[in-house]
């Protein structure tokens, strides 16, 4: 085995993301580019993960030379798409002018000329089947086939009749037989079936993932996983590989209380007796965990995110602040960002207020924007595949996270020359920032953070320095502490 090699472990691999994937696909990116081997292996079900990938080659996140594994397709022996819905409606329903067809939004509905009875719906998007419904009632689909962008027929979902509840998936080959087999108990999956020679039964989906790495992972090699949902499995593999797991989120209940304790989802990496690295983002998390767990720490490393050095040559635009998030409150905490900017907005009314990135609480804060009657100062923009120029434009980037493993945004806006005004969130922003490139505000509420906002316009620190605290994290000395802890 070539020792430059290493295989990292995630759960998915979607294609507009946050800070999490960004800098997975960024580290399998570096390694390539500095001559290691890379695998990224995946556990989920995504029928479109051609496109996916090359979605992420076209908009320079992947290259070519990393390799792709997903867990369904290695089973299935292959991850070409073969075309096979026209076969499969005529294997199922024979010619569908045999049908009534009824046009329903999306639908199209074909009734049993006879009955009138419904007997299957397909749905579109784009003028490519995604959908196929078989009805044995009128309301509700007895079976449910789903339909990838390549035009082949993936999985077999059952429902009880009636109702949404699930009570099995199944995974399909070009053939159209099942290769894995999901069992529902109260919409939830309680087995996995491996139809593979003789069937092995999974009591759970991490055991069914534990077998997968049996066969996937080389012995020796370096592993890196970046998922919490995968820790087990891999600790309980039967490979002797070397592994590394990154953390990419607090590892506390309460991520304000260094007391609160692990999370549930934390405990089976940070009590582990066995031979392995965890990586933290920040060396407070490290020192946190360490005091928590002093027999661990030979078993803690720091090694931040990087950035490249950037061209720093786009004029700002005049009275503009930015956010770079993933629209979650929950954790991002978005809305206090924009009731401090209300806030700061009275002081200084000619500001404008741009937030890029999507997320589920997107209409919920549209909202509270119409209802502070920002709707016209606080401009929506969606996701962007261009940060760099966002920041730029920018006299000040903004952070308001209620926690965070690292705070990406923070260094990618410094990395871009603007200045940051976050608040002490645990841990990131307060350690990247120092006391040269951004404002830390005395408490983490609006009103505090919006006097850090003043702050920023009254006295904003210098691009030079900015710039200059950025360098600390660049993407060589990322690389050499990667090749240092992997011993490659």
């Known amino acids: 085995m070539n020792e430059r090699e290493v295989s990292i472990l995630t759960s998915t691999i979607p294609e507009f993301f946050g800070g999490r994937t960004k800098s997975l696909l960024k580290r399998a990116r570096l390694f390539t580019e500095s001559g290691i081997n890379v695998r990224i292996i995946t556990t989920n079900f995504n029928q479109n993960y051609p496109q996916v990938i090359s979605s992420l080659i076209a908009r320079q996140y992947l290259n070519e030379e990393i390799g792709f594994i997903n867990i369904f397709d290695y089973f299935k022996g292959s991850s070409v798409q073969k075309n096979n819905v026209n076969q499969f409606i005529q294997n199922n329903f024979g010619d569908t002018d045999r049908y009534k ?42 079976y449910r086939y789903y339909v990838s962008f390549q035009g082949q027929v993936s999985k077999k979902r059952t429902y009880i009749n009636g109702t949404w509840k699930v009570i099995q998936d199944e995974i399909l080959n070009s053939n159209f037989k099942p290769v894995v087999t999901f069992k529902f108990v109260d919409n939830k999956k309680e087995q996995v079936w491996l139809h593979r ?5 999974f009591k759970n989906e991490k ?24 820790d087990k499995p891999l600790l309980e593999t039967e490979r002797e590989v070397k592994k590394f797991f990154q953390l990419h989120s607090t590892h506390l209940q309460n991520p304000m209380d260094y007391q609160s304790g692990i999370k549930k989802s934390y405990k089976s990496i940070l009590t582990t007796d066995q031979d392995v690295k965890i990586v933290t983002l920040t060396a407070a998390q490290s020192s946190v965990i360490v ?31 930015v956010i770079v998030s993933r629209l979650n409150n929950a954790q991002k905490n978005i809305t206090d960002g924009i009731v401090a900017f209300g806030i700061f907005h009275q002081k200084y009314p000619a500001y404008m207020l741009d937030i890029f990135g999507e997320g589920e609480s997107l209409e919920s804060l549209k909202q509270l924007t119409k209802k502070m009657g920002l709707i016209n100062n606080v401009i929506f923009h969606g996701y ?7 920041y730029q434009l920018a006299n000040f980037s903004i952070v308001s996270s209620n926690y965070e493993a690292f705070a990406l945004n923070v260094l990618e806006s410094i990395a871009n020359g603007t200045q940051v005004v976050s608040y002490n969130v645990n841990f990131g922003p307060k350690e990247i920032l120092g006391n040269k490139a951004g404002f830390i505000s005395i408490k983490n509420t609006p009103e505090a953070l919006a006097e850090s906002m003043c702050e920023a316009v009254e006295n904003p620190k210098s691009k030079k320095d900015i710039i200059s605290r950025s360098s600390l994290y660049s993407d060589n000395v990322f690389i050499e502490r990667w090749s240092k802890l992997l011993e490659i």
Not at 197 to 201: A, H, S, T
Not at 212 to 230: M, P, Q, W
Not at 384 to 390: F, I, K, L, R, S
């Open 101 to 142: 067809a009824v046009k329903r939004d999306e639908n199209l509905d074909y009734f049993d000329k006879l009955t009138q009875e419904r007997i299957f719906s397909i749905r579109y998007v784009n003028d490519k089947i995604i959908l196929i419904d078989v009805f044995k009632s009128e309301k509700r689909p007895k």
């Open 197 to 201: 020679g003789e069937d092995k039964i």
């Open 207 to 230: 055991d069914f993932f534990r077998y997968f790495f049996d066969n996937v992972l080389r012995a020796g090699e370096n592993v890196i996983n970046d998922a919490r949902l995968l």
């Open 291 to 321: 005091s928590e767990l002093p027999n661990q720490k030979s078993k803690i490393v720091t090694i931040p995110h990087s950035t490249p050095s950037k061209n720093v040559d786009i004029n700002k635009l005049k009275n503009h602040a």
């Open 384 to 390: 962007t595949d261009n940060p760099d120029e966002v």
